[in-house]
């Protein structure tokens, strides 16, 4: 076991998919693995034996705390926050942007993992005059709702405290109680898919649009499509007081194609703006006619379409059977692999959230790696000065949501094996509650060759395979899908993974027109040139028991021995650690030159060979943004500025360009904000914040093969 984890720390880690030729976008996972930890296989100590007197307490909740709301308490949520409404007109006009669960307290989290809910841990309490804390009961959960009032364009956020009534397995229901409500001045929440829905059937009936769609030679509307977009924002114009959109326009082929692609027909040269709160058309212009790229024939990616219906027919079938079962154990939402143990979270926004992440080492026990792990931004600024591309610098989670953009998967298709699927539930914009059924997915996978040793004198080998275990939820954004996935393997590595899929954003060119900005990828259709970025937040705990703040953050790179007498033969080099000690020295770069990574590591544990214990972050390939610095958009994305951060834990803190990135007119909000308390970290609970970004070059497809990052 020791051996092969050292093995896996050697190896460089790539992502699990090919990279196509195709594109010129580099694609690496961000990989965080264990630093040469000697793990020890000795049978459990007294640790576990010492508890056996502890009482064991009812328990007082029939879902943990960290559970994503429940469609029941989403439900009683929101009607308590609409009930709280003073008028009838007041409650009418509540819109329901997000109702996600108040996370507790770390130490509450603690206490529930040890006395609440399987397995008994109670090595985990916390003590008080070294005895562990035993409480009698959990606090009641609370949900914090997201409201947008629609008549009086204010943004509110409620916290209701949600209590169950009898326990949900006797069809129990909960009562919600308003514990704290309060109006957030001039920003604008995220849009909603009904708004969008809406948006786009205003701008179909807007009569200048159809006499614009006219002269395009565009008669029937049932063509057309309208993706609204968020503004951003460039100028006063574009600032919360109102909510706008500025959608893009594409047409459909007559075809009978079931999903033409409607995407590799842009209809350039009609400026719409769209003011969402009352949802009407307030500027058209129909600006320049650029003749809509003919209907290519390699335009939609069915089988049907493209090869006749027939998908590789020279594939033979390869089957992924497991007849015992899965290996892994699930309760709930708690997930138990091998050593690996974490628990299954979801919200609108980010989507996957993965708590409580441990390792179960031998004689050392449960060894925490992290509290909480996920996907909480990501950013695509387009590179090409010409409207409406520059505009285009979408923040897929703070303006529309990752979590609820999610689709349901299908098995045989998006997984193979044995799957355990979590269904997510959010809010409709009126409040309805829904359901995303078969959301995240949960499976395992083999992962070819873990570790190989063959000795050459015997030509006895000895080899491990890889088996891996992978959480994913996939979500579309408009023409783009995403894939989210983290990866847990045997070596004690965790990867995470973002693979970007689906259809391109695309624009059209005037005959003769050549772009620098892009690629010509069909006849009059281009492709610009634009970045993905996402941002990881990791709250790290590693070794550390609850309470316990003892993470550091070390730079290591790699150094050069300068000649001497102590090197004739300048073959020297060596690793050189210097520690992050504040928030604004931990604001780093990647440096392939140097083989640059971080160590998060615990101060007060040491391993067999007497040093501290840590996880290595391994950024893969990476960049900056490519946009001069006084790029608008970077006034809302500071936080793009730089691939790691690290700040020391603090609950608000969650969203990197604050908590409503759409239209913000404040600059740097968020983590560039944060940062600048400079707060000591040299020895507290340390959040990482690993930015890491793909530039997107396409070079002929019009769907976008798929990427991992
Ligand atoms: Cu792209």
């Known amino acids: 076991m020791a051996t092969s984890q050292e093995k896996a720390t050697l190896s460089p880690t790539a992502s699990g998919n090919p990279i196509s030729s195709k594109t010129s976008a580099a694609a690496m996972a961000t990989v965080i693995h264990p630093v040469l930890d000697p793990l020890s296989d000795s049978p459990p100590s007294a640790t576990t034996k010492t508890t056996a007197a502890t009482p064991v307490m009812a328990r007082a909740q029939t879902c943990h705390p960290l559970d994503p709301l429940m469609a029941a308490e989403i439900a009683v949520a929101v009607s308590t926050v609409r009930a709280a409404g003073k008028t009838p007109e007041v409650r009418d006009s509540m819109r329901f942007i997000e109702v996600v669960l108040v996370e507790p307290d770390k130490n509450v989290v603690a206490l529930a993992d040890a006395y609440f809910f399987p397995p008994f841990q109670p090595s985990l309490l916390p003590k008080t005059k070294g005895r562990p804390v035993i409480p009698t009961k959990l606090p009641p959960r609370q949900a914090r709702l997201v409201v947008y009032n629609k008549r009086s364009n204010e943004t509110s956020i409620w916290t209701v405290e949600l209590n169950e009534v009898h326990a949900a397995t006797r069809g129990g229901h909960h009562r919600g109680k308003v514990i704290s409500s309060k109006v957030v001045p001039d920003v604008q929440p995220p849009m909603d898919a009904e708004e969008y829905a809406e948006c786009e059937a205003v701008v179909k009936d807007f009569p200048p649009f159809r006499e614009a769609m006219r002269k395009r030679g565009i008669v029937d509307m049932d063509l057309v499509m309208v993706d609204p977009w968020c503004v951003g924002y460039h100028s006063n114009a574009d ?38 709160q009352n949802m009407v058309v307030i500027e058209f212009e129909d600006r320049k006619l650029v003749p809509l790229p003919p209907a290519d024939p390699l335009r939609n990616y069915t089988a049907g379409e493209t090869r006749g219906g027939v998908d590789r027919s020279d594939v033979k079938p390869l089957q992924i059977i497991q007849p015992e079962g899965p290996s892994f154990r699930v309760n709930g939402h708690f997930v138990n692999w091998q050593k690996w143990n974490f628990r299954i979270g979801f919200t609108p926004r980010e989507g996957l959230v993965i708590y409580s992440v441990a390792y179960l080492d031998g004689s050392r026990g449960r060894r925490p790696v992290a509290h909480r792990l996920s996907f909480v931004e990501m950013v695509v600024p387009y590179g090409d000065p010409n409207d409406p591309h520059y505009r285009k610098n979408a923040f897929d989670a703070g303006e529309d949501g990752l979590g609820k953009n999610a689709h349901s998967l299908k098995k045989g298709c998006d997984c193979l094996g044995y799957i355990k699927y979590f269904d997510a539930h959010f809010t409709n914009f009126t409040g309805g509650v829904e359901t995303i059924e078969n959301c995240v997915c949960l499976h395992e996978e083999d992962h070819g060759i873990l570790w190989k040793h063959q000795d050459w004198r015997t030509g006895l080998a000895e080899v491990r395979r890889s088996r891996r275990l992978t959480v994913s939820f996939i979500c579309t954004v408009a023409n783009y899908e995403y894939g989210f996935f983290w990866h847990f393997y045997q070596d004690g ?217």
């Open 493 to 709: 590595k965790i990867e995470a993974e973002v693979k970007l899929t689906g259809v391109l954003s695309l624009g059209a060119l005037q005959p003769g027109e050549v772009r620098k900005y892009g690629t010509m990828i069909a006849p009059g259709l281009y492709a610009p040139v634009h970045q993905h970025f996402f941002v990881a937040r990791m709250d790290m705990a590693v070794d550390c028991k609850p309470g316990e703040a003892f993470n550091q953050v070390v730079e290591m790179n790699v150094k050069v021995e300068d000649p001497g007498k102590d090197n004739v033969h300048n073959n020297a080099f060596y690793p050189e650690e210097e520690l992050l000690r504040t928030e604004l020295q931990a604001m780093r770069d990647c440096n392939p030159l140097s083989a640059r990574h971080w160590i998060i590591r615990n101060t007060r544990t040491v391993n067999r060979t007497g040093q501290l214990t840590g996880y290595k972050l391994l950024p893969g390939s990476n960049c900056l943004p490519l946009a001069g610095s006084e790029a608008k958009f970077l006034r809302r994305a500071a936080f793009l500025k730089h691939n790691l951060w690290v700040t020391a834990y603090s609950r608000d803190e969650m969203y990197p360009g604050g908590e409503f990135p759409n239209q913000n007119p404040r600059s740097g909000e968020g983590l560039a904000t944060w940062v600048k308390q400079n707060r000591p970290i040299e020895e507290t609970d340390i959040v990482l914040w690993s930015v890491y970004s793909l530039l997107h070059r396409v070079t002929t497809f019009q769907v976008v093969l798929t990427i991992s990052l």
């Open 239 to 276: 600032a919360p007081s109102r909510r706008l959109a500025k959608p893009l326009i594409f047409c459909r082929t007559e075809s009978d194609c079931p999903v033409e692609n409607g995407y590799a027909r842009p209809v350039e040269g009609i400026h719409v703006l769209v003011d969402m």
